[in-house]
């Protein structure tokens, strides 16, 4: 079966940083690009970076641009966001997201990591 499972996790200060891990099974990786999102308490889900299948382009929602690299080992299956400059307004759940190329109805959703700025 599928499964994308975030790691990395957890409370650090303003200004601190993180590195966020998804490890992905159950579907071809390296054919699928992958995403982050995050959900803030009471806000909607936003699209915070995005990869494709081979590395070769990336893209940031404005509000992290220059503070997070989203990159990718397709030899390990994992997808990783390193998150610097931390802001409190960065809290939020933060999801791993799979859309296989071979398959445009799959989309496939890890269970989270949350995510705490705070001093």
């Known amino acids: 079966q599928v499964q994308l499972v975030e790691s990395g996790g957890g409370l650090v200060q303003p200004g601190g940083s993180l590195r966020l891990s998804c490890a992905a099974s159950?579907?071809?990786?390296?054919?699928?690009?992958m995403k982050w999102y995050r959900r803030a308490p009471g806000k909607e889900r936003e699209l915070v970076a995005s990869?494709?299948?081979?590395?070769?382009?990336?893209n940031y929602a404005d509000s992290v641009k220059g503070r997070f690299t989203i990159s990718r080992d397709n030899a390990k299956n994992t997808v990783f966001l390193q998150m610097n400059s931390l802001k409190p307004e960065d809290t939020a759940v933060y999801y791993c997201?799979?859309?296989?190329?071979?398959?445009?109805?799959?989309?496939?959703w890890g269970q989270g990591t949350q995510v705490t700025v705070s001093s």
């Open positions: 159950g579907f071809i990786f390296s054919l699928s690009a």
């Open positions: 990869i494709t299948s081979d590395g070769s382009t990336t």
């Open positions: 997201n799979a859309r296989p190329y071979y398959n445009n109805r799959a989309d496939y």
